[in-house]
């Protein structure tokens, strides 16, 4: 629309007004005194519609300014507005996606989650991938997931100065998971961690605890009654050689099963030592009975008469809180019941008769245990952390230090992350 000159009334006094109409989204009509002042606005808006057009001329003078001092910032660097716009376009044809429906990272997080829970995964590695997928997205929770570029991630997968190679590579493949959901759902349309810098296949790490911090652990869930609820899947776990998922009837959870057919008080028959590991229980192919060992019972009989119920009620919960009470920021992936296989070993000196307790190949066995060479007096050692003895530990000075120390340094780092001063 061409600017209109017109006179109007505000009160009794007589106005002069030009209306440009809507510029930039807001209605412009300067008001002056004299027809000659509104003449004035209208030669002044002609000669920059001449010189600049009409969008530099109806330009608002504080965006005028703004656009001139950017220019200036890009011809001081040594290019030109044309060049930034053209680098721009391509940048954004490399990292923009096109999707069918923009969803924000939280909820994609959330449907990866569904997903996993769905497909059979413990709630614990779901939680704790999660939470990790989570850590990336603070401060972009709500950011469509189309929009995020692969620098974005690349440069937060390289600040985590605490993960080495093989975390690298571990938690790429759970990103990349995360955006084949993206994808599946229509939501993004490429995988970014496909443009990360690939980590090449890591080997192995393969490592227990300690006697030590198997002590500690043992001694932390002794130490209150509520963390006691979880004696009986660590006592599984340390001293039968079970797997998480079947002390959790994950299997069986999943085939829809019930009552006496999931794990429970009634596979495990401590008068004779042994405990059931029934097919709808098991890792296909290791259907087994377990002889229990005697510290096994002894732990057992605790955890009985302590009311533990199979699986515990927050048991990922009350897990962290041992872990955090000691100081154990390693937690091992099955790493109970791989110290359990590995100090087996001297108890039976035979590794078939080892096997059928784990319900496992000799070879792998052979390959990741035996590799890594355990004296056994260290192993017999482990048969011996008993309950009478982590009972007697509770009450040394050295493990109040330990718990001690471990409080200060949880508090140290939540103050860390925070960024709070920390309390005097």
């Known amino acids: 629309m061409e600017p209109i000159k017109r006179q109007v009334k505000r009160g009794q006094i007589v106005k002069w007004e030009v209306d440009f109409g809507i510029v930039h989204g807001h209605r412009k009509r300067p008001l002056v005194d004299s027809e000659a002042e509104a003449d004035a606005i209208l030669e002044k808006y002609q000669k920059e519609v001449k010189q600049a057009g009409e969008f530099w001329a109806r330009l608002p003078d504080s965006e005028r300014l703004a656009t001139t001092a950017t220019l200036i910032q890009i011809r001081d660097a040594g290019h030109t507005a044309t060049s930034v716009w053209e680098d721009w376009k391509r940048w954004k044809k490399d990292n923009q996606q096109t999707v069918t429906t923009p969803m924000p990272y939280e909820d994609v997080v959330a449907e990866w989650k569904r997903r996993k829970l769905a497909a059979g995964k413990t ?22 997931i189309h929009e995020i570029a692969a620098p974005d991630l690349e440069a937060w997968i390289d600040s985590q100065k605490d993960w080495g190679l093989s975390s690298k590579r571990t938690n790429q493949s759970l990103f990349s998971s995360l955006w084949e959901v993206a994808i599946a759902k229509g939501w993004a349309s490429r995988n970014i961690v496909d443009r990360l810098e690939p980590v090449g296949k890591i080997g192995r790490v393969v490592k227990i605890y300690d006697n030590e911090t198997t002590l500690n652990l043992m001694a932390a869930i002794m130490s209150n009654d509520a963390t006691k609820q979880v004696l009986a899947p660590v006592a599984l776990g340390f001293f039968g050689c079970m797997r998480p998922e079947e002390i959790d009837s994950i299997k069986a959870l999943r085939a829809g099963l019930s009552g006496k057919q999931l794990f429970g008080w009634h596979d495990i028959d401590l008068k004779h030592s042994l405990c059931k590991v029934r097919r709808e229980i098991a890792k ?34 009350l897990v962290d809180l041992c872990c955090e009470m000691i100081g154990l920021m390693d937690w091992i992936r099955d790493g109970l019941r ?49 309950p009478e003895k982590v009972k007697a530990y509770l009450k040394t000075n050295k493990w109040k230090k330990l718990v001690e120390e471990s409080a200060h340094a949880a508090a140290a780092k939540a103050t860390a992350v925070s960024g709070e001063q920390p309390k005097p």
Not at 301 to 308: P, T
Request: hydrophobic letters at 35%; a positive charge.
């Open 123 to 144: 709630d614990r590695y779901v939680d704790e991938a999660a939470a990790t997928l989570m850590k990336f997205g603070a401060g972009r929770q709500r950011q469509n």
């Open 284 to 317: 296909t192919g290791d259907e087994r009975t377990i002889r229990l060992q005697p510290v096994a019972v002894e732990w057992l009989d605790l955890a009985k008469e302590a009311g533990n119920v199979f699986p515990p009620v927050n048991e990922r919960r």
């Open 338 to 386: 791989k110290n359990c296989a590995t100090h087996l070993r001297a108890v039976y000196k035979n590794d078939y008769d080892v096997v059928k307790d784990m319900g496992n190949s000799v070879r792998i066995l052979l390959k990741h245990y035996a590799g890594l060479h355990v004296p056994e007096s260290m192993s017999l050692e482990h048969w011996r952390i008993s």
